[in-house]
């Protein structure tokens, strides 16, 4: 099965505009990044709209490929530099590994759990969770919720709490079920990922603004693994500076 890491990266980013060159320690945050990936992966691209984060992959010993700076998510970006890699190198890809750019602590142990994923012949995208072991969490509109079936395949994804505990206190409920929060990281069979980029805005992912509803919604299957990995992506230049002061970098 050949697999390769795509890496979207913009320059215009509107809460924190060229975040991919964010300097972390001597490297740029895009840097950082790749080199983590690298480690799980043979081959890895960074997909970029823009020179400077083009000049900045090439100046590290990184591949990457420019795309349009028309698209509207991560998702298309792979489509089209997925087309332009595979026509440049003349290499036929099995599974595409959408890796986020602002997430300079992403470990290859998630890589390989997603690759894993796709031993079984039906799983068309994959995606992780962790276990929620904070209260708070699960009421947290930002960290977006995940039940499984006993296939660990997604059944939904909500902003909300789910699934709701009846007639307990919210302060229990964490005692009662088991919670798992999304780890936004995605991989898709290449078929998959010409066909989803090609659906229609569902209700559902208007409703909750989580584009992965929209795939559910069309039927498709994403299988999930559990990673006991945390999320720490950088979206503004507080989070730079929160995780530099907590010592992370």
Not at 2 to 27: C, E, M, Q
Not at 38 to 65: N, W
Not at 184 to 189: D, F, K, N, Q, V
Not at 205 to 228: C, V
Request: charged letters at 30%; a negative charge; one cysteine or more.
């Amino acid at each position: 099965m050949k697999v390769i890491g795509i890496i979207p990266a913009r320059y215009a980013s509107t809460r924190f505009p060229g975040k991919p060159l964010a300097d972390i320690n001597g490297k740029p945050m895009i840097q950082r990044v790749y080199e983590q990936v690298k480690v799980a992966l043979d081959d890895v691209v960074v997909a970029t709209d823009d020179i400077r984060i083009e000049e900045a992959v090439k100046a590290f010993g990184g591949e990457v490929v420019m795309t349009s700076s028309e698209h509207q998510s991560g998702t298309d970006r792979i489509a089209e530099a997925i087309e332009k890699i595979e026509a440049e190198h003349s290499e036929n890809y099995q599974v595409i590994i959408n890796i986020q750019g602002d997430e300079p602590f992403i470990q290859a142990e998630q890589i390989l759990d997603l690759k894993k994923c796709f031993k079984n012949s039906e799983t068309q995208i994959a995606t992780l969770v962790k276990a929620i072991e904070n209260s708070d969490e699960i009421f947290d509109m930002n960290k977006v919720k995940v039940v499984v079936n006993k296939d660990q395949r997604a059944l939904y994804f909500s902003r909300s709490p789910i699934p709701f505990v009846r007639g307990e206190e919210k302060e229990n409920w964490i005692n009662k079920q088991s919670f798992f929060k999304h780890i936004g990281m995605y991989a898709y069979r290449r078929d998959t990922l010409n066909e989803i980029t090609k659906l229609p805005q569902s209700s559902l992912e208007l409703a909750e603004s989580l584009e992965q509803l929209r795939w559910l919604e069309n039927g498709y299957i994403i299988q999930t693994d559990t990673t006991k990995h945390e999320s720490i992506g950088i979206d503004t230049p507080e989070d730079l500076e929160r995780v530099k002061q907590m010592g992370l970098l």
